[in-house]
């Protein structure tokens, strides 16, 4: 399967834990965008990371929320200290080229659950 | 600021009926558009894009949208719905190569 593969497909954390969300892109892409779908509401964007480099976090919250993505390896989305407003459904996608215009691919998401 | 409206939070269609879901958005250019479709528990999977040209683009699994710059509108349209066409449908605008703006989404249930 050469898409957007994300793991775990779901999980479950306890206020106050970490939560480390992977992605890996589409075979050749070296784009990664990270977004954050909260039930009944559309996708809102996190992140935009290229190899190495985080090119746009503004939409990422100040604090407990970082992601990375290094030379080698899937990308990563980190949650420190969960809070119950942190469930939600984290999708990644990626595109081969930089631009408005390019179609992004998505993965079938991570749903983050916190007890 | 951009945005995009889907007006429509819920349409029921029967199986067999035509379908268009609504898209507004607010850019001062000329934006390039995107309709996405997610099934439960899946990510999104691109329908179609409008960048420039015919303002009737095809996508896939049947499915057009029409571009109006005058209306500010991508309407996504099916001539005739299918069951497995049931899902969540997002519209999305690109701004710029990290600011892709999602609609709300709507929610199509298909009767028998």
């Known amino acids: 399967n050469a898409g957007v593969m994300q793991n775990p497909r779901h999980l479950v954390r306890r206020r106050g834990q970490e939560a480390r969300l992977r992605c890996s892109p589409m075979?050749?892409?070296?784009?990664v965008y990270w977004y954050r779908q909260l039930p009944e509401e559309g996708l809102k964007f996190m992140v935009y990371?290229?190899?190495?480099?985080?090119?746009?976090e503004s939409g990422m919250p100040k604090e407990r929320f970082s992601a990375e993505f290094p030379k080698e390896g899937p990308s990563i989305l980190r949650i420190q200290q969960v809070v119950r407003g942190d469930s939600a459904a984290y999708f990644c996608?990626?595109?081969?080229?930089?631009?408005?215009?390019?179609?992004?691919?998505f993965g079938d998401g991570t749903r983050l659950s916190i007890l | 600021a951009q945005s995009v409206t889907q007006p429509d939070i819920h349409i029921t269609v029967s199986e067999g009926a035509s379908l268009e879901l609504r898209c507004n958005y607010s850019?001062?250019?000329?934006?390039?558009l995107f309709w996405y479709v997610q099934s439960p528990g899946q990510g999104l999977q691109l329908l179609l894009k409008?960048?420039?040209?015919?303002?009737l683009v095809q996508g896939i699994k049947g499915f057009e949208a029409e571009f109006k710059r005058s209306q500010s509108s991508f309407n996504l349209r099916k001539p005739s719905v299918h069951w497995s066409d049931a899902a969540e449908y997002f519209c999305?605008?690109?701004?710029?190569?990290?600011?892709?703006?999602f609609g709300a989404g709507t929610r199509l249930t298909v009767k028998p």
């Open positions: 996608a990626s595109s081969s080229l930089r631009g408005a215009n390019q179609p992004q691919h």
């Open positions: 409008y960048f420039s040209g015919d303002t």
């Open positions: 990371l290229q190899k190495e480099n985080i090119i746009d």
């Open positions: 075979k050749g892409h070296s784009h």
């Open positions: 999305a605008v690109g701004v710029r190569t990290n600011d892709m703006r």
């Open positions: 850019y001062g250019a000329t934006p390039y």
